[in-house]
DNA sequence: CGTTATGATTTGCG
DNA sequence: CGCAAATCATAACG
């Protein structure tokens, strides 16, 4: 084993040492003359240029600039393309690493460099010369640094050999750059400050840094992790070549090949930590953000994490809790980024005619799919991945086949597709809701803002659903709407632990909240009426599944809970509008069991499945419908699901096109908690539609 | 699927 | 080395 690894070793650097000597030069420098003569001046030209672009560094705009290089990326990198088995999941396109490679990237790197977008490097006019400096192509040594270098002469300062050279460089340039260009005479200048300030402390200068290019990076990462799989312990010359090459510096590779060896010990993959560990991890948090690293290793052997795993966790959640709004535009960036590429690959596709995949399901699957779903009606994540492992489908696949058999089995929607169907195909315009509006760029906050306040005057509980009011106004998407009404325009939500006790307490008196009662509390605490009914809801739930999961007498459960629950346990099902009557009201009743057969079927219990559950629902025509009215109408107006599905078969797998069902997503499961009477609907909410007025 | 929540990695800095 | 900041990546959710 060490033979080979030392020839390959050898190889590695042979083979870097040739590239770079046909990149660059024909001369062989050593390596503290690249160094020093070489790199400085790189850094100093670029330090001069950089500066400013640091910032849009990050920005979409430049990145954006960047993206299209993606395209000579094949062209880079392709070689062969192997299935690297460490870290692929980092490599859109894994590589091959050869020398070839190597060269390459180095070619690449060079010339990419004056490309970049607002860089004002002057694209080498020098590359054929064989320069004796060992240079970048880019850099021209320009007359700015000879003189640097002669201006060495001047300035004095009791340092180090190389060490020396490298300070004084910065120092200098950074003298050099305050003092504009009006310099003469630097060296009574610099004599001059080093009298009045007796050298005690040197203001550092910005570390000079060479800016890659996102491409550039990236291929630096591809070419790291190759090098790596040859050699996990380069030594120092070669260190350097590849900080070289891929212009980065020396301690970055070092890191790099440490990060990379110790990943391994570690064993860590991506480890979620349970809830329970989270937990405590917050409590921890809580007392001390910042442990130190003694005490994470503790941590970490408490709970079985490792020690870089805990580390993450409270590096990640002090920045998360520092900028919270910075998160959005993050967010937003990566949506962005994301939808490009797709689109991006899909043009390519029908480019090259490609066709987009479509996965036919053989009838063996369908038919093992569709008996699960027989079965569970509701299957979990988890549970879908099983299942697809035994029919080599993704739990994904899995998921979303079932998914669409549930929704066809409901009563009416098949029709309802064909309907809307024919519809379509007589002319009549496609029915398209997103959650985001298309065709026209997004307001600016300042534009955007005086429009979202006049709809709060209105309604200062709004919330933005699809195809929401402000939506089509300020074309955000809906959850930017809803978080930035929520952070910037909204009372404070969360309620103080005070104020959770006096809600729990409030709770344990009655477990469902009338709307006027929710406002009444929502003025007493100061918190949102949209919060408070959203608590008591969840509470109701949390109540629930405690006391099923952890087995819990009847009497732990609040009053009104418990009378209902008796009679579910009599019976999972409602079966006349007087027993609903009886035990707490129509709405509340139905709600409560609606939600206490979901969770049962979340546990493997056998009940009916909602679409067998009789309905015993009072109609429009019945008593008192004033007030449904009035409140039906402003809420479930819109709310039709919109799928507009395709396709008569339930089968054919997904992404058949672009938007559909999957919309009406929220409120899906939290049914119960819409209680009572105040606002009636919403709990019918699910099934007016079923009305089917087919054609 | 599209979003959100959260873990992991890279890089600058002292 | 250890932290912060910026990003990247994956799992879970609706």
Redesign the pocket.
């Known amino acids: 084993m060490p033979r080979s690894r030392k020839a390959q070793k050898v190889s590695t650097v042979s083979s870097l040492r040739a590239t770079r000597q046909n990149t660059v030069s024909t001369s062989n420098p050593t390596f503290t003359k690249s160094l020093d003569n070489a790199k400085t001046p790189k850094r100093s030209i670029d330090q001069h240029n950089v500066k400013k672009r640091k910032r849009s560094?990050?920005r979409p705009s430049t990145s954006t600039h960047h993206v299209p290089d993606l395209s000579d990326e094949d062209e880079l990198c392709d070689p062969t393309e192997v299935r690297s088995t460490v870290?692929e999941?980092?490599e859109?396109h894994s590589v091959k690493f050869n020398f070839q490679t190597v060269q390459k990237s180095s070619r690449v790197l060079r010339n990419h460099k004056p490309a970049s977008s607002t860089t004002t490097l002057k694209s080498s006019p020098n590359k054929s010369a064989a320069k004796s400096k060992y240079l970048e192509p880019s850099e021209s040594s320009d007359s700015e640094i000879e003189e640097d270098s002669d201006a060495d002469s001047n300035y004095e300062e009791p340092l180090p050999k190389k060490k020396k050279l490298i300070k004084k460089r910065k120092t200098l340039r950074k003298e050099l750059e305050e003092e504009g260009s009006g310099e003469e005479e630097d060296s009574q200048k610099l004599k001059k400050k080093k009298l009045e300030k007796p050298k005690k402390k040197r203001v550092?200068a910005?570390?000079p840094?060479v800016e890659r290019t996102?491409h550039q990076?990236k291929v630096?990462?591809k070419t790291l992790e190759k090098i790596y799989q040859q050699t996990d312990t380069p030594s120092l010359p070669l260190k350097r070549e590849i900080a070289e090459v891929l212009l980065?510096?020396t301690r970055?590779v070092s890191?790099?090949m440490?990060?990379?060896r110790n990943?391994i010990q570690n064993q860590?993959?991506?480890?979620?930590?349970n809830k329970e560990i989270?937990k405590k991890l917050e409590e921890l948090f809580k007392i001390n953000p910042?442990?130190?690293?003694e005490r994470?290793k503790e941590i970490a052997d408490a709970n079985k994490l490792?020690l870089?795993?805990v580390?993450?966790?409270?590096?990640?959640?002090?920045?998360?809790l520092?900028?919270p709004e910075?998160?959005e535009e993050?967010?937003e960036r990566?949506?962005f980024?994301m939808k490009r590429q797709h689109m991006k690959t899909k043009a390519h596709n029908q480019l090259n005619g490609i066709p987009p995949k479509v996965i036919f399901f053989d009838e063996d699957q369908k038919n093992f799919m569709r008996a699960r779903f027989q079965e569970f009606n509701l299957p979990t994540?988890?549970q879908c991945e099983l299942w697809g492992q035994e029919i080599q489908l993704t739990g994904?696949q899995v998921?979303?086949f079932i998914k669409k058999v549930r929704e066809f089995s409901r009563p009416g929607v098949r029709e309802q597709r064909n309907k809307r169907k024919r519809e379509r195909q007589k002319g009549a315009p496609k029915k398209h809701y997103r959650?985001?509006p298309r065709g026209h760029p997004p307001l600016s906050e300042e534009e955007a803002l005086p429009i979202i306040k006049k709809v709060l005057e209105e309604n200062p509980d709004y919330v933005e659903t699809k195809n929401g009011v402000l939506m089509n106004q300020i074309y955000w998407?809906k959850?930017k709407i809803n978080?930035y009404i929520r952070h910037n325009l909204q009372q404070e939500r969360k309620p103080s632990a005070k104020n959770v006790k006096f809600l729990e307490e409030e709770f344990q008196k009655h477990q469902s909240i009338s709307l006027s009662h929710a406002k009444d509390l929502s003025k007493t605490l100061g918190i949102s009426i949209e919060y408070i009914r959203n608590w008591f809801s969840t509470q109701k739930r949390r109540t629930l599944e405690k006391y099923l999961d952890e087995k819990q007498e009847l009497d732990s459960l609040p009053a009104q809970m418990k009378t209902l629950e008796i009679e579910y346990l009599k019976n999972n099902v409602i079966n006349s509008i007087e027993v609903a009557e009886r035990i707490g009201g129509v709405k509340i009743a139905l709600g409560y069991f609606r939600m206490r057969r979901l969770l049962d079927r979340k546990r493997g219990k056998k009940v009916p499945e909602e679409k067998d559950v009789p309905k015993v629902r009072k109609r429009r025509q019945s008593k008192k419908p004033s007030k449904k009215q009035a409140i039906t109408q402003e809420e479930s107006s819109d709310d039709s699901d919109e799928s507009d599905g395709d396709s008569d078969d339930s089968d054919d797998s997904?992404?058949s096109d672009?938007?559909d069902d999957?919309e009406e997503?929220?409120t899906?499961s939290d049914e119960w908690d819409s209680d009572d009477d105040d606002e009636v609907d919403k709990v019918v909410k699910r099934e007016p539609k079923e009305e089917p007025e087919d054609e």
């Open positions: 560094a990050c870290s999941r980092r859109p550092r910005p570390a840094r996102e990076k630096a990462l980065t510096t970055n890191r790099f440490n990060y990379r990943k860590g993959k991506y480890v979620k930590v989270s910042n442990p130190t690293t994470k490792k870089q795993s580390s993450n966790w409270f590096m990640n959640k002090r920045d998360r520092k900028n910075k998160w993050l967010n990566k949506r980024l994540t988890k994904t998921y979303n959650f985001v998407p959850y978080n997904d992404d672009d938007s999957s997503s929220f899906d």
